[in-house]
């Protein structure tokens, strides 16, 4: 997803210019509890590979719409702190596509790639903005249930609310085309469709559209009779966005990524051979040891 070609980056921020609603999905009204439209979630909340009996058309319309709603409610409201947020990381597209993008990695993409977008986006909304904004990267280990992996996003922490807790805020660049399925149903290309392009909303509300969509594409799967990836169930994307983070500045991503050689590799260290102590062959000498280094 980083090593993008330019194409594919301008025709990501050429998207910008055809809707905001489009590239950012959200309607900025109402401040609803999460909990208000969660009701349903835990039917089919898991990853077992149990089979449904609910296949007949009805049941199967029903479905899709229920979970279409479900969608909808969660996407089309906002606080006023993701509004802003939402708001800056706009602006922050807007300036990196007036500007241009320029790729600072070890093999430089021409127009720009991902990361290097991740990193503008960013520094604006630290630099300019004023956020705490930093990029995280998520890494987790491999279990029974699914394989290792790591993932990059932009994250902001605020802590203006009235309650003395911090709010984290997820900015995820490329949000839809990480639930797309190729072969996927004409109901589940549908709910997808409803997606934005570019995510920005607290952890909370990511929690709620992660679990309805896997729920999603598990029954799109099952439905087609298509093995569901590891990669693609609901634990594996919730380490995602949800894990252990390392958290660092875009400066500091970006000296690094550039610093280091395409070739690098350590140094070795010289090493002591003991053997050549005159004490470890047969007594110990007047003179100093003698050193060798190999």
């Known amino acids: 997803m980083d090593r993008q070609n330019s194409d594919d980056i301008m025709r990501f921020l050429d998207g910008m210019a055809s809707s905001d609603d489009v590239l950012f999905g959200f309607l900025d ?7 208000d439209f969660s009701v349903n979630l835990n039917a089919g909340e898991d990853d077992g590979d ?3 009996n609910n296949n007949n058309s009805e049941d199967n319309k029903a479905f899709w ?23 800056a990381t706009k602006e922050a597209l807007k300036q990196v596509k007036s500007k241009g993008l320029y790729c600072v990695c070890r093999r430089p ?11 503008e986006i960013s520094r604006h909304l630290r630099d300019v903005a004023g956020y705490d904004c930093v990029i995280s990267k998520s890494k987790w280990r491999s279990c ?7 993932h ?3 994250e902001i922490v605020d802590r203006s609310g009235s309650k003395k807790s911090e709010m984290r805020v997820v900015i995820e660049l490329s949000f839809r085309a990480e639930f797309e399925i190729a072969k996927g149903s004409e109901e589940y290309k549908r709910l997808i469709s409803r997606l934005p392009e570019v995510y920005v909303g607290k952890t909370e509300r990511l929690r709620s559209l992660i679990k309805i969509l896997c729920i999603a594409g598990k029954k799109c799967l099952r439905d087609k009779k298509m093995h569901m990836a590891p990669w693609r169930k609901h634990k594996y994307m919730q380490a995602k966005w949800l894990g252990t983070c390392d958290r660092s500045s875009s400066l500091e991503a970006s000296v690094s990524e550039a610093m280091e050689p395409e070739n690098w590799v350590p140094v070795a260290k010289p090493r002591v051979s003991m053997l050549n102590y005159d004490g ?15």
Do not use: M, W
């Open 109 to 119: 993409v021409d127009g720009g790639c991902r990361s290097c977008l991740r990193g």
């Open 144 to 150: 029974q249930d699914i394989p290792a992996g790591e």
């Open 152 to 154: 990059e996003f932009i």
């Open 65 to 87: 719409q229920e979970h279409e709603q479900l969608l909808q409610g969660t996407l089309y409201r906002t606080s006023s702190i993701e509004t802003k947020i939402r708001q």
């Open 29 to 35: 009204e109402g401040n609803q509890s999460l909990e």
């Open 50 to 52: 149990e089979d449904d």
């Open 280 to 294: 470890l062959l047969g007594g110990f000498s007047a003179g100093p040891a003698t050193v060798a280094v190999v």
